[in-house]
């Protein structure tokens, strides 16, 4: 229902940022992530939103940035989790480590976030792996080439690369991992790739 609030950021609290549209307080509940982003009140700012309808109530959430949203999104597709726990997980830690370690199976590293135990942290391993990588090609690089077989070396690497984007990493720093992983190994599939990717950067 709204994509965006584009407005002057009225006030901001460390879990809720209130913006000012052509007169119009919008209060949207935000991650520590987001609030270290904003600019001091008054200032112009732009945070993506979804809103959460329930029964009994409806909220909006504000996100820094896409990548940011994209991820609240996906972590409310799994078993157990709701707006606000996904909201902890984004304020526990950054957009790329949540998805590096979905996507190399590493649940001990959500442990540590308020809410998340061993079981919420291997559902959401399990889970949401499974949602990224079968994802159409178009909007993350994965799915249609994450067999491997029958793929050129060059649709490889440009889906590998457009997967790495949509998860938030930047252009050279997800073209310079691929393309090191490729030279190291070129028959990988996609996702083997993206696997090895993930890995490469976070330990760079």
């Not at 559902?123 to 491997?148: H, N, Q």
Request: hydrophobic fraction near 45%; glycine fraction near 10%.
């Amino acid at each position: 229902m709204f994509a965006y609030f584009r407005g002057s950021l009225a006030s901001a609290l460390p879990e809720e940022a209130v913006i000012d549209v052509s007169g119009v307080g919008y209060r949207l509940l935000i991650s520590a992530s987001t609030y270290r982003q904003l600019p001091i009140p008054g200032e112009e700012v732009l945070l993506y939103s979804h809103l959460s309808v329930r029964e009994d109530a409806m909220q909006l959430y504000g996100f820094f940035s896409e990548a940011e949203r994209q991820l609240f999104r996906l972590l409310l597709l799994t078993t157990g989790v709701g707006p606000r726990l996904a909201l902890a997980i984004l304020s526990g830690m950054p957009v790329q480590e949540v998805h590096e370690a979905i996507m190399t199976n590493a649940p001990e590293k959500l442990y540590g976030i308020t809410g998340v135990g061993k079981k919420t942290a291997a559902r959401i391993i399990l889970e949401l792996r499974d949602r990224i990588l079968k994802m159409p090609v178009a909007s993350t690089g994965i799915g249609a080439s994450a067999g491997g077989y029958g793929v050129s070396s060059t649709q490889v690497r440009d889906d590998a690369v457009g997967a790495l984007l949509t998860l938030g990493f930047t252009k050279p720093v997800a073209q310079k991992a691929v393309m090191g992983i490729l030279g190291e190994y070129p028959h990988f599939s996609t996702e083997e790739v993206i696997k090895s990717a993930l890995v490469a950067i976070h330990n760079s």
